[in-house]
């Protein structure tokens, strides 16, 4: 059963990343944001979490200026220092191209280690990767995690984060920050034993 959950939940992922292209995306150009769905959708991503142990998401962008390429992928860190990017998937084309599609992310917990499902759907070709991170995280720890609220602007090179976890210690104080300020404060992390980033970038 382990094995058959994760290819279903991919299966019907991918119906939606399908479904949700022709629905023609966001109406903001240069942009990335969590994606608009349909209360049909929506209710089938709620049917398929389990909260604490599987998060589902989905992502559009589109672009008014053409790039070469997209990346996505996942960073882990140790104490504020990256040491795995577990899972990623890149997409490149002998030209620019204008960039319009739709990410998928699935995150499922077993035990204390941790599997990402990535999957993209842009200008109909689709590319996914499935990784899963090395290290054990510590047993007993809050967590504070999601995906980025809004909307961001997309801009040539720049890593943009699009999900956040940090795990947090008990009974010593901390705070929550969103994706734009770990973005411009990476220092922050180092007061976190564990965090998960999710980051894209486009580029010329």
Request: some cysteine; proline content about 3%.
């Amino acid at each position: 059963m382990k094995k058959v959950l994760p290819i279903a939940l991919v299966s019907v992922l991918a119906i939606l990343l399908l479904t949700a292209c022709n629905n023609g995306g966001s109406a903001t150009k240069n942009t990335i944001s969590s994606a608009t769905l349909t209360a049909a959708q929506q209710e089938i991503l709620d049917l398929l979490s389990v909260p604490n142990n599987q998060e589902l998401m989905i992502f559009d962008f589109n672009t008014e200026e053409s790039y070469r390429g997209f990346e996505v992928w996942v960073e882990v860190y140790l104490n504020g220092e990256l040491v795995e990017r577990p899972a990623g998937v890149s997409t490149y084309s002998d030209s620019t191209i204008k960039r319009n599609g739709r990410l998928a992310v699935i995150i499922i917990q077993n035990d204390n280690n941790y599997h990402w499902t990535l999957s993209v759907v842009e200008n109909g070709t689709k590319s996914s990767h499935i990784g899963a991170t090395l290290i054990e995280i510590e047993a007993g720890l809050g967590r504070a995690y999601g995906p980025m609220s809004g909307t961001v602007n997309i801009e040539d090179g720049n890593d943009i984060i699009i999900y956040s976890s940090t795990f947090l210690q008990a009974n010593i104080p901390h705070a929550a920050y969103d994706e734009q300020t770990l973005m411009e404060r990476p220092e922050l992390l180092n007061q976190y034993p564990y965090a998960f980033l999710i980051k894209c970038k486009f580029s010329k």
